[in-house]
């Protein structure tokens, strides 16, 4: 299901995300889009700690694929943009995208499945997949106000 509403969550880049020449290392995008993931579900009420200590699940990367479009520098302040691109059984796709301005550096598409404390799949809760249609309504469109 597709909803098109989207999560703003922005960041500045700093030395220790760079490489010699002062580019972002290209898996310190991974984890950009990582922590926007992370503040999307807070936002929508949803701690991580929480479900694993609560509900005996937990949501882990199952598939990412990444496009590199332009490099982010130090300094440059991004912004990672989460849409949710569907949702079935155990899973959540996300389209996400780090811009520097109106600048699409990268898009990640990242599967993420529902698992229990054994690693087995299991259903995403009804709660928690209610919670984030909400946060990523039709006509919704938050924005993270810090950066880290």
Known sequence: MSLAGA???PLRVYYEDTDAGGIVYYANYLNFAERARTE???DAGIEQERLR???GIGLVV???AIEFLRPARLDDVLTVTTRLAGR???TLDLAQEIARGDAVLARLDVRVACVRAD???TRLPQALTD???TLLGDDSTMVHTHAR
């Open 131 to 133: 919670a984030i249609a």
């Open 88 to 90: 079935i059984g155990a």
């Open 53 to 55: 200590r609560d509900a």
């Open 40 to 42: 999307m579900l807070r």
């Open 7 to 9: 999560h703003r969550f």
């Open 119 to 121: 690693g087995r799949p």
């Open 62 to 64: 199952r598939r990412a």
